[in-house]
């Protein structure tokens, strides 16, 4: 049988790593502070002050930090009003975490193919679906198939990347459905000239380790609405109704983020455009050093996108490169590189084995496909030239023989 891949693992003495954290500010001075006031816990100006400057970066009038990205998908789309029974349309490709919480709201997702471009959720079958497979019952919008209200939409910006929102965006007015978008993977990126986490109705982030900015486990919730915001910090703290007498309406969450991490996050958002400027000279050199490799499709950005190329990725098309994405992985193992493919379409995992689903194809061969690339902010020149010359000598195909150990690549990839 063959060997079980460990790259959920943290990567062994000696490997390059595929994203870890770069913690080079004040996140030591700000957490002494922490530790010498006694503001440990979840009242502290940390907190307080992370979200007004997560709001502000993005430009969304209001912030409400959670414990990690997943409770804060949670409660975004308890304030946005999704119920039991409804129904959340949601790209298949992404990492499991917004799929649970549609399920933690007991609603239903609906699975949204990506498209092939630029790996995202397809507009396209976002709107076919809604047309053709939904109607108008009672100023309502019910799914024909399963007689479920379809309630929101969650947009995934996958790996750095904007998802092309304008058509989303439209069919959610026509169709009167909220906007969440899971904006973990994306903080700093934008679509035209707007931030990702501005674009819908509410958005999440995620500060988990490997994420762009990190505060080991942490997120936020960011919206424009009021309301909203004011909810969703009643829900991540316990919904409490009187701070003396202990009086509770609603069902509450034990959610919000500590001042101690808070601090780290604030440390974290003073470096964030060199982190951002640091990701994308990566891939640019990723790219050029790649983009003549048969078989080899360097990460894509598009022309109306500002890509913080969060988790570099390439497409590994076995029949042109020689070997396929999971054989280059393990070569690059061999060579204590760690890569990891995309994630397994969420629609063809048992937990989520009897939900909807609206055709699949290209989610599903890109996850075959895909591989990601060791991009830590602090990835060394060394490092890159590493994994390159690796990558490069795996192509098997007739063609490779000009790109192996080639003078070419080291120019490249120096400048
Ligand atoms: C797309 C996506 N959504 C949600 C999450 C959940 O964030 P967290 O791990 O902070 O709960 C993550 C990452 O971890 C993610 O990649």
């Not at 899971?182 to 819908?200: C, F, N, Q, W």
């Not at 598009?302 to 390439?314: C, E, V």
Request: glycine share 6%; net charge neutral; proline share 5%.
């Amino acid at each position: 049988m063959e060997k079980k891949l460990s790259v959920e693992l943290p990567p062994k003495e000696g490997f390059t790593p595929l994203c870890v954290p770069e913690i080079r500010g004040n996140e030591w001075k700000y957490v002494k502070e922490c530790l010498d006031t006694g503001w440990v816990s979840s009242v502290g100006s940390f907190v307080e002050r992370f979200e007004l400057e997560v709001a502000e970066f993005v430009g969304a009038r209001f912030g409400v930090a959670a414990v990690n990205g997943t409770a804060a998908l949670h409660i975004a789309l308890l304030v946005a009003g999704v119920q039991p029974g409804d129904e959340v349309l949601i790209s298949t490709l992404t990492f499991i975490a917004p799929v649970n919480a549609v399920r933690y709201v007991g609603a239903w997702p609906v699975f949204i193919d990506a498209e092939p471009d630029y790996w995202q959720m397809d507009p396209s079958k976002v709107l076919d679906f809604l047309e053709n497979r939904c109607e108008w019952r009672r100023g309502n919008l019910y799914n024909k198939a399963t007689g479920r209200r379809v309630k929101a939409i969650i947009p995934v910006h996958i790996l750095g990347h904007p998802v092309h929102m304008d058509r989303i965006l439209e069919a959610a007015r026509k169709f009167n459905l909220a906007i969440i978008e899971d904006a973990t993977e994306s903080l700093g990126a934008k679509y035209r000239e707007t931030m990702v986490g501005k674009l819908g109705d509410v958005a999440c982030f995620s500060f988990n380790g490997n994420k762009i900015i990190t505060t080991g486990g942490g997120g936020m919730i960011v919206t424009d609405n009021e309301e909203w915001a004011r909810k969703a910090k009643y829900l991540t703290t316990q919904a409490k109704d009187d701070p003396l007498e202990y009086i509770h309406n609603e069902i509450g969450y034990n959610y919000r983020l500590t001042n101690l991490l808070a601090a780290v996050g604030c440390a974290q958002m003073e470096q964030l455009p060199s982190y951002i400027a640091a990701k994308r000279r990566i891939a640019a050199a990723y790219s050029k050093a790649l983009e003549a490799v048969p078989g080899i499709t360097p990460m894509p950005e598009a022309l109306w996108a500002y890509s913080t190329f969060w988790l570099y990725t390439i497409l590994v098309d076995r029949s042109a490169f020689g070997i396929d994405s999971r054989a280059l992985l393990r070569r690059l193992e061999q060579a204590k590189i760690q890569t990891r493919p995309l994630w397994q379409p969420v629609h063809r995992s048992r937990a989520f084995a009897d939900c909807g689903l609206f055709e699949c194809p290209i989610a599903e061969r890109l996850n075959r496909e895909a591989l990601s690339l060791p991009c830590s902010v602090g990835l060394t020149e060394e490092d890159l030239h590493a994994v390159l010359q690796v990558l490069i000598s795996s192509c098997e195909s007739n063609q490779s023989r000009r790109f192996a150990g080639s003078s070419r690549l080291k120019s490249e990839t120096r400048d």
